[in-house]
């Protein structure tokens, strides 16, 4: 990579930790011993796999035992959506969701649609929130499992979990949140948001990529995706994926002790680049919430120019962004996210995402907020 990169795609991936790097290592080859197995060998192996256990309980403020670790964010959404209707057997339950999770949760609610369950997908407020009193309203006493963001991984909005979790206690629905965006951000404490199910990946945190956990408040809540070897107490079997998993627990542990300082830099580098840019580029409108926003995260659309331009323009100067849209067998589609915030498909394929991380400066943010104005003129110049 260029050593001038301005990389602002922390929210799609973060680069991994130099610490993080030192502890995997020996995993590879000098402790290449299996988890399971009862020598010494194994036995170092199985001590690095529940040390890390700790180090991410430490993370949720959760026992160590509470956490099943899985293959990334993906694994551990569908294991949470699929694995608690499981519990069900053969009868039908409801599910609430919202329209601007992941698809990692959409697309797993999606196949339990076309298996018969009922899915209820929450609108959100033009600021991409979630309103309590609707979540209420859409329960049932049929309502088996409500899987509901902690914050957005295109426009960055937070929501209201710990409200929502005080709207479930008195129902039995178990509630899941999926934390990959914030888990490295914000504190997280699973006691104090009340949630059952909590979903984390370890390289949005500066971890290695391809693994990931699910805390499970109480293992009687899910049913597991995969049979085999009985690892993860039954719950994900298959050899620990043992280099990931002590990488992720060495990230939580780093992620720990630069919390809450990490989250407020970045507050303040997104407030100056989002107040640049709405000040600077004319056109711009910030999508997301205001305040109630990632630190590290800053979303815009841009009237009149195709984000994908704009992202290529940037590049071109060493920047790394993304755009909200997902790009399908070939076509560009406007991003689910930003239309259920009721943003226009022309206004919503202008969009720019622009995610902060630990290696992001001043410096770095004022480059972006003097290349944009320009970017975005040329992009409309040229009709794209
Ligand atoms: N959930 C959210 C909110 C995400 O942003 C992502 C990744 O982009 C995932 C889930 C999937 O995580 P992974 O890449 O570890 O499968």
């Known amino acids: 990579m260029v050593s001038s990169l301005v990389y602002l795609d922390h929210a799609a991936t973060t680069p991994l930790a130099s610490q993080v790097l030192e502890a995997m290592l020996p995993y590879f080859q000098r402790e290449f011993g ?6 010494q060998a194994g036995r170092a192996a199985r001590r690095a796999v529940e040390d890390a256990r700790s180090q991410v309980a430490r993370l ?6 509470q956490l099943i670790f899985t293959s990334g964010g993906t694994e551990a959404d569908n294991l949470a959506v699929w694995g608690s209707v499981r519990t069900h057997g053969k009868r039908r339950p409801h599910v609430i969701t919202s329209s601007i999770e992941h698809h990692a949760v959409l697309d797993a609610c999606g196949f339990l649609e076309s298996q018969g369950v009922e899915v209820t997908y929450l609108p959100v407020d033009a600021h991409g ?7 209420s309203r859409a329960l049932r006493p049929d309502t088996l499992l409500v899987s ?11 929501q209201p979990i710990e409200k929502i979790a005080k709207r479930l206690q008195d129902h039995p629905a178990v509630f899941h949140t999926d934390a990959v965006q914030a888990v490295g951000q914000l ?11 909590l979903t984390l990946s370890a390289h949005k945190v500066y971890g290695p990529k ?16 995969l049979r085999g070897g009985g690892q993860e107490r039954g719950m994900r079997p298959g050899t620990e994926n043992v280099a990931g998993i002590v990488g992720l627990g060495a990230a939580a542990e780093l992620a720990k002790a630069a919390l809450p300082e990490d989250g407020a830099r970045l507050a303040r580098l997104r407030d100056r680049l989002i107040e640049g840019v709405i000040g600077g580029v004319e056109g711009a409108r910030l999508t997301g919430h205001p305040q109630q926003r990632l630190p590290g995260s800053a979303s815009f659309c841009f009237e009149g120019v195709m984000g994908e331009s704009l992202l ?3 590049d071109m100067h060493g920047v790394c962004a993304s755009t909200g849209s997902a790009c399908t067998s070939g076509r560009l589609d406007p991003s689910h996210v930003l239309l ?6 022309d206004l919503a394929n202008g969009s720019l995402r622009l995610t902060l991380g630990r290696g992001t400066t001043k410096d770095q943010v004022d480059r972006v907020l003097a290349l944009l104005p320009e970017a975005v003129a040329q992009g409309r110049r040229v009709g794209v």
């Open 34 to 39: 299996n988890p399971n197995s009862l020598h």
């Open 60 to 65: 949720l403020n959760c026992q160590p035992h």
């Open 129 to 135: 929130r979630l309103d309590p009193d609707a979540v």
């Open 148 to 158: 509901l963001m902690l914050a957005n991984n295109e426009v960055g909005s937070l």
């Open 187 to 197: 504190p997280l404490d699973v006691e104090a948001l009340g949630v059952d199910l």
């Open 210 to 225: 391809g693994v990931g956990a699910l805390y499970v408040r109480d293992e009687a809540l899910l049913a597991p995706l």
């Open 312 to 314: 290529l323009k940037l």
């Open 340 to 345: 259920a915030l009721g943003v226009s498909k």
